[in-house]
């Protein structure tokens, strides 16, 4: 017998145990946070060369890091494993190229040769010397000194012509305008910044026998391999995700009611008695805004993809003179954020007003006033984004330009607006709202609708907690607090509050059975999400106490993600066209919803659970972070699950809105668009990112991280074949699916505004 049978409501237990995960997690993720500032690895107040001089000071790396940011090289290559794929990881570069500069001068002042012409023997004893030396920590803590040795300060010394040399043309730094940096000033700092993520990747943690960044990047030659904690926790973390699927298998054998159950006298899902209400009517704009930034998006995805295959010339024109590879690659991020997050916004407002019955007071002149304030900060931060990499702003491009930090990438002053703008929203959703939570039926999914979304504001507040100054490793510890809680915590929930709200809006699952889903959805996704956002710190200046409670706790995210396939059926039959008795095909107006929501759950578990895992390990993210195995998760995941959802959304509220003849038209492009984008999808996925991310993995075993990094692999013809087998699916993408989408979502908008339905009845 369920529970709701024997009692008719839900145990209280819920809610506390959803409480207590909450609690327990943050506690534990505030800790990781706080030791994040204790344990960054020192910047040293002043560099010295052996004869006492100064080769570079503190602030010299602390500007520098500025100078990475301010030029978007994070849109360029990356810091510790964390940026942009299109150049090198600078820091492994540099280590590297250390190593080998030690290698050449040992090798010199020991026999007199160039180190491509000793014995073997010879060989291993230099380079044992080069490990020694470079693992050796010469940081004195008390006087603040990092004295280094002579071929340091040489080697520091070439950097500035090894920069001219790397921004000299287009081929050989990913697509960068020729000359992006010219100052001699700006590149002496530079160079002092990343010889100093050099420096803290291999030298020993006072204590440890491994540099502060856990010996990532992986290079034999300087000394670097895997830690005995990075396999240890691996191990560990199985057991973890084994033991709770074993526990949540078990209890949903032991309770039969867990899961999507279909209500008692089941509905299909018809489309119910329909008046839009004026709000609903104002949020079309917002899903045609979303469709075009999503075309947009796709556009210069596809120019970022082809700076990877050809980075030299745009079929003949040379597009790095106008549009950089780091310029699109920050739009290409920027907006996908965007159109993701519009779609959210507008689709949680067309879903209120249905839960609340109606519009409150100028509800509709609140949704108009947000459309634009979203306007402005999209079209004003894109554009500062562009002049701030133009060095047009001097001054103001932490405020107004490209603040560079990847994800986080628009300046200051449109982080504020957007967040007054989400808190906004969260205004025009509680009065929407308020009826409902006067409604004793009601208030308990309306109150969790709105704790949802308040998550998405609150969430992006860390994003204040840190400018260019701050350091490194408290950057990546705030900037994950936002990407990963986001993606891996709140837009989960999101997503399960939403679709509760449609199937019990449809009447297809009882109030009991929706709750239920969204109370269990967050114990589970907040039990490993939480801690699990240190999976993006085992190598970025913390400790191997992260390492640990981040490998167990985030091997359990994939949990719930297994649970999907488990709870698919019940899904599939919530939404079917066939009727119990007699076996008809009945009409399911929102059939292409239900596809989209079915389209999430397959790629939350192929995208985000299988492909997360494969580089959740801290053994496998150690060969493999900032590989092409993290852009297959990446877009499998954030497009397959969210972008699904975005899509998803539009098309539920085209359909709601529109009437039955101009429906009947759009269809047809809804359903092409539903196929383009899953089997474009798929193709980039199964044809290149999956396939190349492999090779590249492979080659960062046998040669290093730096060299699978590095223009030696990239540029190498396997590499690019395997980067122009990405076209095809990304043409179906973009034309078979982004296509007809943009236009139904705009024709629904246009059209939609002559011939909206205007019957008495309620929405929904
Ligand atoms: C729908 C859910 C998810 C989305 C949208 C998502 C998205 C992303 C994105 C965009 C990145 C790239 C971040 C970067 O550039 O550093 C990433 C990295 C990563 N994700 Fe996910 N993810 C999801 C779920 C998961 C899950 C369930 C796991 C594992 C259990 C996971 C594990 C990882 C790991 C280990 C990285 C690599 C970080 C690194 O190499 O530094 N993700 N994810
Ligand atoms: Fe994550």
Redesign the pocket.
């Known amino acids: 017998m369920s529970e709701s049978q024997r009692n008719g409501k839900l145990s209280p237990w819920w809610r506390r145990a959803s409480f207590l995960t909450m609690a327990l997690g943050f506690s534990v993720l505030l800790l990781l946070t706080v030791k994040a500032y204790h344990e960054a690895p020192p910047i040293p107040g002043k560099v010295t060369s052996p004869d006492g001089s100064v080769l570079f000071t503190g602030e010299d790396i602390r500007d520098g890091q500025q100078v990475f940011l301010k030029y978007g090289l994070m849109d360029n290559g990356s810091i510790w494993?964390?940026?942009a794929l299109l150049g090198p990881d600078f820091s492994a570069e540099y280590l590297h190229t250390l190593a080998l500069h030690i290698a050449t001068s040992f090798a010199q002042v020991r026999y007199g040769l160039p180190f491509d012409n000793l014995t073997p023997a010879q060989r291993a004893i230099v380079e044992a010397e080069v490990r020694t030396e470079l693992k050796q920590n010469r940081y004195d803590a008390q006087t603040g000194v990092l004295a280094v040795g002579p071929s340091y300060e040489a080697w520091f010394r070439h950097q500035s012509s090894a920069w001219n040399a790397y921004f000299s043309s287009p081929v050989k730094n990913g697509g960068l305008g020729a000359g992006t940096i010219r100052d001699p000033g700006d590149l002496k700092q530079l160079s002092a910044f990343v010889a100093w993520t050099a420096w803290a990747s291999v030298a020993n943690r006072p204590g440890t026998t491994h540099s502060y960044t856990n010996n990532f990047p992986f290079d034999s030659v300087a000394g670097n391999t895997p830690t005995a904690d990075a396999v240890l926790w691996s191990a560990l973390s199985l057991v973890f995700l084994l033991g709770g699927t074993a526990a949540v298998l078990l209890a949903f054998g032991k309770f039969d009611y867990l899961g999507w159950q279909a209500r008692p006298g089941y509905l299909h899902p018809k489309l119910l008695g329909a008046r839009v209400t004026p709000g609903q009517r104002a949020t079309l704009k917002y899903f045609a805004l979303v469709a075009l930034l999503f075309l947009a998006q796709t556009l210069v995805g596809g120019a970022v993809a082809h700076y990877r295959a050809d980075p030299g010339t745009f079929y003949g024109f040379d597009l790095a003179a106008w549009l950089p590879s780091n310029l699109l690659r920050t739009w290409h991020l920027q907006l996908a954020i965007f159109w993701i997050a519009t779609a959210y916004v507008a689709g949680a407002l067309f879903l209120a007003a249905a839960l609340g019955g109606g519009d409150p007071a100028g509800q509709k002149k609140g949704i108009d006033t947000l459309f634009w304030a979203l306007v402005i900060v999209v079209v004003g931060s894109l554009l500062g984004e562009w002049a701030g990499m133009r060095q047009m702003l001097p001054q103001l491009w932490f405020w107004l330009g490209d603040q560079g930090w990847?994800?986080l990438e628009l300046g200051r002053a449109w982080q504020m607006l957007l967040a007054v703008a989400l808190l906004f929203w969260f205004g025009l959703l509680v009065r929407a709202l308020a009826p409902a939570l006067r409604n004793a039926e009601r208030r308990e999914i309306a109150g969790l609708f709105l704790c949802a979304a308040i998550a998405i504001p609150v969430f992006y507040l860390p994003a204040m907690f840190f400018d260019g100054t701050t350091h490194f490793s408290v950057v990546d510890a705030w900037r994950f607090w936002i990407?990963?809680l986001w993606?891996?915590g709140f837009?989960?929930f999101f997503v399960t509050v939403m679709v509760a709200i449609i199937f019990l809006q449809f009447g297809v699952v009882t109030r009991l059975t929706a709750t239920r889903v969204i109370y269990l959805d967050a114990i589970l996704y907040f039990t490993?999400g939480f801690i699990?956002t240190g999976?993006?710190w085992?190598?970025t200046g913390q400790t191997s106490f992260n390492m640990a409670l981040s490998a167990l706790f985030?091997?359990l995210?994939?949990v719930p993600?297994t649970l999907i396939t488990l709870d698919a059926w019940d899904f599939v039959r919530l939404s079917r066209p066939v009727a119990d008795i007699g076996h008809q095909r009945v009409e399911v107006p929102h059939q292409w919803t239900f596809h989209f929501l079915m389209a999430v759950g397959f790629?939350?578990f192929v995208?985000?659970?299988i492909f997360?895992?494969l580089?959740?390990l801290p053994i496998v993210?150690y060969f493999?972070?900032?590989t092409l195995l993290?852009?297959n998760?990446?877009h499998a995941?954030?497009m397959?699950?969210?972008g699904m959802l975005g899509v998803g959304l539009v098309v539920f509220a085209i359909r709601q809105t529109v009437d039955e003849a101009l429906w009947r038209d759009l269809e047809k492009y809804i359903r092409v668009g539903f196929w383009g984008l899953n089997g474009g999808l798929l193709m980039m996925v199964v044809m290149s990112l999956f396939p190349a991310g492999i090779l590249q993995l492979i080659d960062v075993l046998e040669n290093g991280y730096w060299h699978a990094r590095s223009l030696a692999y990239t540029g190498s013809d396997l590499a690019r074949l395997l980067e122009w087998s990405r076209l095809p699916g990304d043409l179906v993408f973009i034309v078979f699916g982004v296509v007809p989408i943009a236009v139904a979502a705009v024709r629904a908008y246009f059209d939609g505004r002559k011939t909206i339905r205007a019957a008495g009845v309620p929405l929904l």
Do not use: K, P, Q, R
């Open positions: 494993g964390h940026g990847e994800y990407i990963h993606v891996e837009f989960e490993g699990g999976h993006h085992y190598w985030s091997a995210e994939v993600l790629w939350n995208g985000a659970g997360g895992f580089i959740n993210s493999e972070t900032g993290t852009i998760h990446g995941a954030m397959g699950v969210f």
